[in-house]
């Protein structure tokens, strides 16, 4: 049973133009989401989370949309740049519900091309 | 180098020996996780502990898994009676609150042949 979803195996887009990359999630009790980037043969790597508290949250280039009653939450990535390419992954935990685990999707690859 | 340590970086073993890898985490950081992952799939959990305790652990771990995390420090990962589907990435993250970012390590690549 996948609670966490991404449906998009793969993504392409040209530099300096936006990159969405999308998740869906099934279990109502996650209230808090997060995004990592991870490069072969190394760890995942932390890029930006959201509370349920939240619909939006912003660093840098990167921002992370949160839609509670469709949960749905998408990753924004502007302007897009050849180093963002990568496997990234969304993960959701449920702390208030009692589990700490982060559950991940299967990982979207994005491709960024110069 | 203030991040996760994982050691080795890489493992080859043979079927039916046993294997042990070690996390060192984040000073600071009292909560510990360990994942698995491999090719095509997300990070897949195997355990949590906060401080020594060990406070959950995933129905899908074999009971030839076993961590442990003595003085709520570092951690080790023990697989007895490795087996070819025990071939995988293993990851260890750590994090210093239920709601903050868990940092992971590099991983060991455990190979069973």
């Known amino acids: 049973d996948q609670q966490v979803k991404q449906n998009s195996p793969s993504l392409s887009v040209q530099e300096g133009r936006i990159s969405i990359l999308n998740c869906d999630y099934t279990n109502s009790m996650f209230d808090y989401f997060l995004w990592y980037k991870k490069y072969p043969a190394e760890g995942p790597t932390f890029l930006i989370s959201?509370?349920?508290?939240?619909d939006k949250n912003e660093d840098g280039r990167f921002t992370v949309f949160l839609n509670k009653s469709a949960k749905h939450l998408s990753l924004h990535i502007v302007p897009s740049q050849p180093g963002d390419s990568a496997v990234y992954f969304c993960a959701a935990s449920a702390p208030l519900g009692g589990s700490e685990k982060l559950v991940f999707g299967k990982g979207t690859k994005l491709t960024v091309n110069p | 180098d203030t991040g996760v340590s994982q050691d080795p970086r890489h493992k080859i073993t043979k079927r039916g020996q046993n294997v042990t890898f070690r996390c060192d985490p984040i000073?600071?950081?009292?909560?510990l996780y360990w994942y698995r992952q491999t090719l095509g799939q997300g990070p897949e959990f195997l355990t949590y502990?906060?401080?020594?305790?060990?406070?959950?652990k995933s129905r899908l771990l074999s009971d030839r898994f076993s961590a442990e995390r003595p003085k709520g420090s570092f951690s080790t990962l023990e697989i007895q009676r490795t087996e070819q589907g025990d071939s995988a990435m293993y990851l260890c993250a750590s994090r210093w609150g239920e709601d903050t970012e868990a940092f992971f390590g590099q991983g060991t690549r455990l190979t069973v042949v």
């Open positions: 959201i509370s349920s508290i939240k």
């Open positions: 000073s600071e950081h009292n909560r």
């Open positions: 502990f906060q401080n020594e305790a060990q406070l959950e």
